[in-house]
């Protein structure tokens, strides 16, 4: 089975080709705010080197937030379209399960105006629910749920663990959608403070 991993709902832009679960090829970088221009350069040029064409696809799984309002709704419109037309499988998994991955931690991301969505993750599962926090409340989250820090550490002044999104896309369990013409993004929030 050839799937394609995509996510485009925070700062970085994330795009892998896998068979039967083991990466052929992909890439991961930074590239908040860009990756409507950026995403189907990478991603036919990720299809040419591995030999594969959109045909090729079995399935697509795609982030579904939370993250920037514009951001998740790049790849989510791209796979919506690509498996209405082609008839293939579409699969989610969380923005925080993507940062956590398999391990046992907290995901902590930026949701500007002094606010961060958080999660506690255990081994691949969102425990409880993502939420918003205010800053100030940041603290006591982490006393309550220990584990790794992943996300934007610089909020609670400490270092994060660099998350490896590629291993982490095809390792978590996603959840396929049944509707593809209903589904929609996870914001957690009022679609106006995003387009701050």
């Given amino acids: 089975m050839i799937s394609l991993c995509m996510d485009s709902a925070y700062k970085h832009l994330v795009l892998g080709i896998y068979k039967d679960k083991e990466l052929v090829k992909g890439i991961a970088f930074e590239c908040f705010k860009k ?5 189907f350069v990478e991603l036919n040029q990720l299809l040419e080197e ?3 064409d959109y045909k090729d696809i079995d399935e697509v799984i795609i982030t579904q937030g939370p993250g920037s309002y514009t951001g998740i709704r790049i790849a989510m419109t791209v796979a919506k379209v690509l498996c209405t037309q082609m008839k293939k499988k579409l699969s989610c998994i969380s923005t925080m399960q993507l940062y956590a991955g398999m391990e046992t931690g907290n995901v902590i991301l930026d ?9 506690h993750v255990e081994n691949g599962q969102i425990v409880g629910e993502t939420k918003i926090l205010e800053v100030s409340e940041l603290e006591d989250f982490l006393v309550n749920n220990p584990g790794t820090l992943f996300g934007d550490g610089y909020l609670v002044n400490q270092e994060a663990k660099l998350a490896n999104f590629l291993e982490n896309f095809i390792q978590v369990p996603s959840k396929e959608v049944t509707n593809i013409h209903a589904l929609v993004p996870e914001y957690l929030k009022e679609s106006e403070a995003y387009k701050a």
């Avoid at 990756?35 to 995403?39: C, D, I, N, P, V």
């Fill in 35 to 39: 990756q409507s221009e950026t995403l």
């Fill in 50 to 52: 591995t030999g594969y």
């Fill in 111 to 119: 949701a500007r105006s002094k606010r961060a969505y958080v999660a």
